[in-house]
């Protein structure tokens, strides 16, 4: 069996490749994608070959071919043996994909899908899972005022999350207007431009003092700076964005240390593997509360998607990735 797969061959290049399909070992799922998510910011970063796109390497130097994609949907085609949650023919949503036809996964990776869930939102249920673990570390209490700095993919989703979890007034922070009115029809109570000159004192005003909690996603410098200019006293900010240029001053004596403002660590690897804890859940568990939370209607992350395209159009795609600086929310369908 034949495998299609989207592959960076080199910086700004996608190409399309054909291997032998995986065979699933045991404890292992063989998955034939239907729905898969461009997840925009990491993506971007192994496309033009930023060598900090892993928290975990110290290359300085991309190394090509490189495959991306994590956040897929579809239907269970193997099992390796000792496989008990999922069977053959079973809808699934998947965490650490590739683009590609068939992906092979141990088992905690998959997450079988009610009927109430389509390939759509499942496609994005890895994803959210990104911010749903900020806003878990960041202990959002009902009732407390929010902040989203920045209205991509994760930030949009911090949207409905936030206000699903009942925090209030929930504010969304975005240069781009089309964006702003997005996150308001998906839950926010107020949208502000951060290069308003008014910005962080209509913010206080809206928060009566600032916010308690902030989601920052834009990954820039400028955006924590900005965000921390928003703070109330004993805020919380989730560091979501990844910041992989370190050539920024922050004010820490008056805008960190002074207020008492806490900087949570929120990149996904930062979570436990095995048991969830107050504030600190597994990879999995989240996964399958977003699958609830979407059966329910209490959030709809088919909503954020733009664009969705067959996954032959994938170089095109990704060569619009590579110089288009608002890059829409886009999916693969892997049935066209």
Same mark, same amino acid.
């Given at each position: ?161 936030? +206000?699903? #979890?009942?925090?209030?007034? @929930?504010?969304?922070? &975005?240069?781009?207007?089309?964006? *702003?009115?997005? !996150? %308001?029809? =998906? ?79 929120? +990149?996904? #690897?930062?979570?436990?593997? @095995?048991?969830?804890? &107050?504030?600190?859940?597994?990879? *999995?568990?989240? !996964? %399958?509360? =977003? ?10 992350l088919a909503a954020l998607v733009d664009e969705v395209h067959s996954y032959t159009e994938g170089p095109e795609v990704f060569g619009r990735l590579a110089t288009e600086k608002n890059f829409p929310i886009v999916q693969f369908d892997w049935e066209k």
């Open positions: 069996m034949k495998n299609q797969n989207i592959i960076f061959t080199s910086v700004g290049v996608a190409e399309m490749t054909e291997t032998e399909a995986p065979i699933p070992a045991a404890g292992e799922v063989l998955v034939r994608s239907v729905r898969d998510t461009i997840s925009t910011g990491t993506e971007r970063a192994n496309l033009m070959g930023d060598p900090n796109v892993s928290i975990y390497s110290n290359n300085k130097v991309a190394i090509y071919p490189r495959s991306a994609g994590y956040s897929i949907a579809g239907v269970v085609e193997a099992v390796g043996a000792d496989v008990k949650s999922v069977k053959v023919g079973d809808r699934v949503a998947c965490s650490w994909t590739k683009h590609s036809k068939y992906n092979a996964l141990i088992e905690r990776k998959v997450y079988k899908l009610p009927d109430e869930v389509g390939f759509d939102a499942a496609a994005l249920v890895h994803i959210a899972t990104f911010p749903l673990a900020a806003i878990r570390k960041c202990k959002v209490e009902l009732g407390e005022s929010a902040m989203v700095m920045g209205l991509g993919v994760l930030g949009l989703t911090a949207v409905q999350l936030l +206000h699903a #979890a009942g925090a209030v007034p @929930v504010i969304a922070c &975005d240069p781009i207007e089309s964006k *702003r009115q997005r !996150a %308001l029809e =998906l839950g926010a109570d107020f949208a502000l431009d951060p290069f308003d000159p008014e910005f962080s004192k209509k913010l206080k005003e809206l928060t009566n003092g600032g916010a308690k909690v902030c989601i920052e996603v834009t990954g820039l410098g400028q955006g924590l700076d900005m965000a921390l200019d928003c703070m109330a006293k004993f805020g919380r900010i989730a560091l979501l964005g990844c910041t992989r240029n370190s050539d920024f001053t922050i004010d820490y004596y008056h805008k960190v240390h002074g207020p008492g403002i806490t900087l949570v660590g929120a +990149h996904t #690897a930062a979570r436990p593997n @095995v048991d969830s804890s &107050d504030g600190w859940w597994t990879e *999995r568990d989240d !996964a %399958l509360t =977003l699958i609830n939370l979407q059966a329910h209607g209490r959030i709809n």
